[in-house]
């Protein structure tokens, strides 16, 4: 069927949707569990497969749509619960909802295509941008892509106050999730004690980066500069608070009846359906699979660090917030070690060929200015060849896929983005659930719109 | 691991599953920077990745494409296998083993074509679409070819080594440039 037909033939579209619905209603509002995951995904097509400017048409946005109650409406684009530009065309019987399609694209602006245009020195500012709840995980996966292609080894030193800054930025992302999440459930005390949380985290971030987002810190060869004097005890109060503060969450929230009502048993996802739709993160821990990347591939220096893997049960709404509030305190326990551990030593490679010499030393030495004037005008040259490097971002898997042809500038970069994926699953989540409890599911789901667009 | 092993026979990685699986189809194996990479035909993708779901590669993480127009020589490609302008590149995980597995299937640019892998991987459906959206490869059967990120009635697949990034004419400096 071509968009042209349905567009302009209601009666197309209605007869698409009778044929493509379940008849048999038992088996429409089976839990997911009692049928085989593919089965559902594949001929009842969980996903509402129409045009996305089908709602468009004005006879078929009412109520006398298909059967006389079954709907089509859209949630979003503009929309304070959709956490960004995310449109949901939902079809509606009652209020049940059946059939979804997430449409995205608002916010794309071709930034896999601008990074072929930038360096690899400058390539880092640009990948920062698309996570932007947590873009020092965009800036690691980049480097570490880049630095395996490059074959070049960390010091310790770099490794750590990586891994230091990426667990802030899941703390970081996490608390802001709880903001959000706590928002859309009615709850305005937890969006003012989330963003108090990040608030102490960017300032920090701020004084380690220059910036409170978007930093460029972690870079091809190490980090853009050395933790700040006294970065021990900033951080240490910081994880002491937000430690204190997510008890505080446990009690706001947790117990509370309400907001169990509003989350438990809502928009489970089984295991075997979570790992068919390429699902990761919190979405798959829920569900009760224990694959966190820290853990399963060690990156960084994970392996030597004592941490939890937390993993839920049924994988219903609860079970991911419940994951991700129990995340911020590992994540707390991490950055308690990484201070106890802290290597000295370098904070990037000593290689003239991949980062800067310091400041100082090009005054006195002509090799250092050449070094730092072909650096910044022709850049790092990676060998050919291509690269797939995968972190755990708070999202789930954040990969990036790196071609080099020899030159200074990425032949192809490409972004796996963890929302991009896990938003696939929101329609096997929203499937006959109620239409108020979509909000939470989104919620849980924790989109990041610049990330899923690029 | 180097580039010297970028076409080195199957029996490199002896213990490797994946390469086990590849073999029993006469699948080139490669590798790159120490990552293991499959060259299936793009008639063999879908057995490929059947056989290797079967045998615990039960999640695609990710699934995108390069167009190689402009840097035909500087790939290496075992030799059995003939350079095309696209490639569509599948990375699909173990979690059971805790390995990667990369597939590169060649598509030529007379017949921007692929099968389409969402009936083994269900999760492929947005990533194909997005490949097809920005690459202009059409996965056949695919259940919802569609754009994903360009608006519906766009021209022109932005990836494409031959799009334009688009650029402002600047007064005084006529030598092209991105910005």
Not at chain 1, 90 to 104: A, C, D, F, Q
Not at chain 2, 115 to 125: D, H, I, N, S
Request: with cysteine; glycine share 6%.
């Amino acid at each position: 069927m071509t968009p042209e037909t349905a567009v302009t033939d209601p009666a197309a579209i209605e007869k698409v949707i009778e044929e493509e619905a379940t008849t048999d209603p038992a088996a429409e509002f089976a839990p997911e569990a009692l049928t085989d995951p593919m089965q559902v995904l594949i001929e009842q097509g969980g996903v509402l497969r129409l045009p996305e400017d089908a709602t468009a048409d004005p006879n078929l946005s009412d109520s006398s749509f298909g059967d006389g109650e079954r709907m089509i409406i859209n949630l979003g684009p503009q929309h304070p619960s959709t956490h960004g530009v995310l449109r949901m065309m939902l079809e509606l019987e009652g209020e049940t909802v059946l059939r979804s399609k997430p449409i995205i694209g608002y916010l794309h602006t071709g930034m896999e295509k601008t990074a072929e245009e930038l360096t690899y020195v400058q390539g880092a500012t640009n990948v920062t941008r698309m996570d932007y709840l947590s873009p020092l995980a965009n800036e690691l996966c980049f480097s570490l892509a880049v630095e395996a292609l490059l074959e070049v080894e960390m010091p310790a030193r770099a490794t750590w106050i990586r891994m230091l800054m990426a667990e802030l930025g899941r703390i970081n992302s996490h608390v802001t999730w709880a903001a959000t999440n706590g928002m859309d459930l009615a709850s305005t005390t937890m969006m003012i004690f989330g963003f108090r949380e990040r608030d102490m985290l960017l300032s920090f971030f701020e004084k380690t980066t220059g910036v409170r987002m978007n930093h460029n810190y972690i870079r091809p060869g190490g980090v853009a500069a050395d933790l700040p004097d006294g970065w021990q005890d900033d951080v240490l109060a910081i994880v002491d608070t937000i430690e204190s503060r997510v008890d505080d969450y446990d009690q706001l929230l947790t117990g509370q009846p309400i907001f169990r009502e509003r989350t438990e048993g809502v928009g489970i996802i089984s295991a075997e359906l979570a790992l068919a739709m390429s699902a990761t993160g919190p979405i798959l821990r829920a569900s009760g699979v224990p694959w966190d990347l820290r853990r399963s591939m060690p990156y960084l220096a994970y392996e030597k660090v004592d941490f939890d893997v937390i993993v839920g049960t049924i994988g219903d709404t609860f079970d991911r917030y419940a994951v991700r509030l129990n995340e911020i305190r590992e994540s707390i326990r991490i950055v308690r070690q990484v201070v106890e551990k802290m290597p000295a030593g370098d904070y990037r490679v000593q290689d003239a060929k991949v980062t800067p010499p310091p400041r100082a030393r090009i005054d006195e030495s002509m090799e250092a200015l050449i070094h730092h004037f072909k650096l910044f005008t022709r850049g790092i040259e990676p060998p050919e060849g291509e690269v797939y490097v995968a972190v755990e971002s708070p999202r789930g898997e954040l990969g990036c896929y790196l071609v080099s042809d020899g030159s200074n500038k990425p032949y192809r970069l490409h972004v796996r983005a963890p929302s991009f994926v896990n938003l696939q699953s929101v329609p096997a989540l929203l499937r006959g659930g109620l239409i108020a409890d979509a909000v939470a599911i989104l919620s849980s789901v924790d989109p990041v719109l610049g990330e899923v667009d690029r | 691991m180097t580039e010297e092993l970028s076409s080195v026979a199957v029996d490199a990685a002896p213990d490797s599953f994946a390469s086990r699986v590849a073999s029993l189809a006469g699948i080139p194996v490669s590798f790159s920077r120490g990552q293991e990479v499959l060259h299936p035909r793009r008639d063999q993708l879908v057995d490929a990745a059947t056989a290797l779901r079967n045998a615990g590669f039960v999640t695609c993480s990710d699934l995108c494409a390069t167009d190689y127009s402009s840097a035909q020589e500087s790939r290496p490609l075992p030799e059995s296998i003939a350079p095309e302008r696209f490639e569509v590149v599948v990375n699909i995980l173990s979690l059971e083993h805790r390995r990667r597995v990369r597939l590169r299937v060649q598509v030529p640019e007379s017949d921007p074509t692929c099968p389409t892998l969402f009936f083994v991987y269900p999760g492929t459906e947005n990533m194909e679409r997005e490949v097809f959206d920005l690459f202009g490869i059409a996965f056949d059967d695919h259940p919802d070819m569609t754009r994903i990120l360009m608006p519906p009635e766009w021209e022109g697949h932005p990836l494409r080594k031959d799009y334009g990034v688009g650029r402002v004419p600047v007064q005084f400096k006529d030598a092209p440039g991105p910005r």
